[in-house]
DNA sequence: TTAGGTGCAAATCTTTTGCAGAAAG
DNA sequence: CTTTCTGCAAAAGATTTGCACCTAA
């Protein structure tokens, strides 16, 4: 599934959920497509999507994040290391299993792992704590 | 070990690290030993505290906080559902793979696992990425 | 005695909100 | 047209910092 495509599937999404379609949310969008690995934060999503539409307001950036967030296109994430939110797009199936972090403490860097490493892991849990786990949050810090 | 024992040996790794033993300090440690499974945030330590020493402010919390994340006997955790950062207790040893969390997204409860679950699923980050894990951060979150 | 600690208030930083004008459906 | 969006500026909430006064060692 090509960048385009997906924009199209987010943008029906939005509509579905009774949004409407701005050339603010749009051109959001885009920029978090183009920089799908990328971590960003509000302020580096806010900063690129100036770039192409210049009178775009912050607040208008983190609504139509908040909004994503809900409608489960992106995912919040916050490290320790930094004290602000950064966004992430849930890949369309179920991403809530297979998406865990790697970070780097030497130079910072972010990456992804989509295999999901956990399930027995899961069971375990279920089993020992009574927990049912919907989801869960991983981050390996190393080098 | 003992919460007496503990807080000595804390107050010892302070005037170790070339740090002065103020009540504010004593007090702040204490309030922390007492609620050790608890993960307070800062404000809550500063309420807590506050019964003690009456006068203590909150930005000395926070001075104290951070001086005790830098000896590693606090660990900082941010969950996204909350806007703070709350603190837990390094357990002495290897705190940094025997500790994970589980998260309950109907009562808000935060519980803690100290079994080591996933020390394959490392090795396995480690020979797949060439990526040298130091430490992990892992949340459940269920019912 | 003196370097480091403290409380307070002001500053900072990220995120949220109120509101009057703008635009999508 | 009408309901929802938007940008701006102000507000809010968490954390940090500057400074003059204390206090542990």
Redesign the pocket.
């Known amino acids: 599934m090509d960048k385009a495509e997906q924009l199209d599937r987010i943008s029906e999404q939005l509509?579905a959920a009774g949004?409407?379609?701005?050339?603010?949310?749009s051109a959001t969008v885009a920029v978090i497509l183009d920089h799908a690995q990328a971590h960003l934060?509000?302020?580096q999503i806010f900063m690129a999507t100036k770039e192409v539409?210049p009178?775009?307001?912050?607040?208008?950036v983190?609504?139509?994040l908040?909004m994503l967030t809900e409608l489960h296109v992106l995912n919040k994430v916050r490290f320790i290391e930094d004290?602000?939110?950064h966004y992430d797009l849930c890949e369309t199936d179920h991403d809530h299993h297979f998406h865990h972090h790697l970070l780097c403490l030497q130079c910072g860097a972010i990456e992804e792992i989509h295999t999901d490493l956990l399930p027995a892991v899961e069971q375990q849990v279920h089993d020992d704590y009574t927990f049912a786990v919907l989801y869960h949050r991983l981050t390996f810090h190393g080098i």
Do not use: D, H, N
């Not at 009178?55 to 208008?60: C, H, R, S």
């Open positions: 509509q949004y409407k379609l701005t050339a603010q949310r934060s509000a302020e539409v009178e775009i307001g912050l607040a208008t983190y609504r139509t908040e004290g602000m939110t």
